[in-house]
């Protein structure tokens, strides 16, 4: 009786008590995510032009950018280039993912084109070679200029992640669920690849899901081709973002940008960032269209070595640039 008479008398108090304590651990919880995301995009933040902008922006000069923000609207249409980046230790960086992304945030559509990484063209500086040799030979900028050139358009952004950013992050999403069509098993002592995953609908692992996207090879029987490999790769990534969209992802957005911000690297703003998560977080479907560079595998002598290289014909290559300029329509 005496608790009930205690609990009559300070009932007002006890509720605006709670309620300040649950507002308080609320902006406590906001403030501390608003820190994890700052510290994340300024770790993940490397302007692709050199080590000068990036002194300055340590000095807090504040830097020229490419106007890709209008206010509070969404940001206008512009093209990306994704690298899936190779880096062991004691080896030059190696970009064994490549694609270019038309994006356009007020339709929340995307066009995602996968590039064959024995593509043929030429690397400025460096004359004609596979594209993937572009990164060992000048890095990312390199790519993103044999790309503009090879296509005819420009790239605005680039996104590129290492595998074990990868893995982590598949790993701490639980995994991601994919229909494995075939058994998979592969080996190569020499750099420390072996694969080995059983066909079947299973969740892979973030190493499973990384053999998953790079098998090409075979200790089994036929070789996959490059269009098969890349195939592969899109599956993982439209599965990743179903993981992204789902409910689960809130509750590991703290471990998630500490991943990202170690692994990732990007010369998007921490506001283009936002403003993108904005726009594709709208309840609204994303539409996102998925392509390949298509061409004809042939032994071309190059170097005077007759080697394997992936030509691409010119109808292919005004196809999609045509499919690019389209989706930034505005």
């Known amino acids: 009786m005496m608790f009930l008479s205690f609990l009559k008398r300070y009932k007002k108090q006890i509720i605006f008590h709670t309620f300040s304590c649950l507002v308080i651990g609320a902006l406590l919880a906001v403030g501390y995510g608003a820190y994890q995301y700052k510290q994340m995009t300024q770790k993940w933040y490397m302007p692709i032009d050199g080590q000068a902008k990036e002194t300055a922006k340590q000095a807090g000069i504040s830097l020229p950018t490419r106007d890709l923000l209008t206010g509070t609207e969404p940001l206008k249409p512009f093209v990306v280039l994704i690298l899936g980046v190779d880096s062991r230790d004691g080896e030059r960086a190696r970009s064994d993912t490549m694609m270019v992304a038309a994006v356009h945030p007020a339709k929340q559509s995307a066009y995602l084109l996968s590039i064959p990484r024995d593509s043929y063209m030429e690397l400025p500086g460096k004359g004609f070679d596979k594209v993937n040799h572009a990164m060992a030979f000048g890095g990312t900028k390199l790519v993103k200029e044999s790309l503009e050139q090879f296509l005819d358009i420009k790239i605005d952004r680039y996104i590129s992640v290492d595998f074990d950013g990868f893995r982590q992050i598949v790993d701490e999403l639980g995994g991601v669920q994919i229909d494995v069509k ?111 560079l298509v061409g004809q595998d042939e032994r071309i002598w190059h170097n005077g070595i007759l080697g394997w290289y992936h030509l691409v014909p010119s109808a292919e290559r005004a196809r999609v640039h045509q499919q690019i300029l389209q989706t930034l329509t505005p």
Do not use: C, W
């Open 182 to 292: 075939k058994r998979m098993k592969y080996s190569d002592p020499s750099d420390g690849t072996y694969i080995d995953i059983q066909p079947g609908l299973q969740a892979l692992s973030g190493e499973q899901a990384l053999d998953y996207a790079r098998y090409r090879k075979s200790d089994l029987g036929k070789e996959d081709s490059d269009y098969q490999r890349i195939a592969r790769q899109q599956e993982i990534l439209k599965a990743l973002a179903e993981k992204g969209a789902s409910a689960q992802v809130y509750s590991k957005v703290f471990s998630l940008m500490e991943i990202l911000g170690q692994h990732v690297k990007t010369d998007l703003t921490d506001l283009e960032i936002t403003s993108l998560l904005l726009s594709y977080g709208d309840p609204t479907p994303n539409a996102i269209k998925t392509d390949t």
